[in-house]
């Protein structure tokens, strides 16, 4: 079993910017697609981000696209989220999450179908 753990949330205000990490134990995560979701007060988790597992392909939502970049350290067993420019509306609980042998473009239709997450962080952008 792999064991995430997000780190980095925190309350900024509008058009600020934050670095979310989730560090992976339990398991090497090098074979695994990381992706990053998010649940906001009141609405379903939806997909933010996502990364294969070599760290060459990204998929992003077209709300966050251009503004926030995955990115990932298979010798550090980490993956980050840095969001730029944040919205009000980006305020959340930001999960990691992983997928075995999964593309990052997979992870875009796997909002309950990863193979583990984390706890989750939160997020929290005044306007």
């Known amino acids: 079993q792999a064991q995430l753990v997000e780190s980095g949330g925190g309350s900024v205000q509008a058009g600020g910017f934050l670095r979310l990490s989730c560090v992976a134990s339990g398991r090497a995560m090098s074979s695994y697609a990381m992706g990053w979701f998010r649940r906001a007060p009141g609405k379903e988790r939806e997909f933010v981000a996502a990364v294969s597992w070599d760290g060459g392909s990204t998929f992003y939502s077209k709300s966050v696209k251009g503004r926030f970049t995955i990115s990932r350290d298979n010798a550090e067993n980490t993956v980050y989220l840095e969001m730029n420019n944040l919205y009000p509306e980006d305020t959340a609980v930001y999960y990691c999450?992983?997928?075995?042998?999964?593309?990052?473009?997979?992870?875009?239709?796997?909002?309950?179908?990863?193979?583990?997450w984390g706890k989750g962080t939160l997020v929290t952008v005044s306007s």
């Open positions: 999450a992983a997928l075995r042998y999964g593309t990052a473009e997979a992870c875009g239709s796997k909002t309950y179908g990863m193979d583990y």
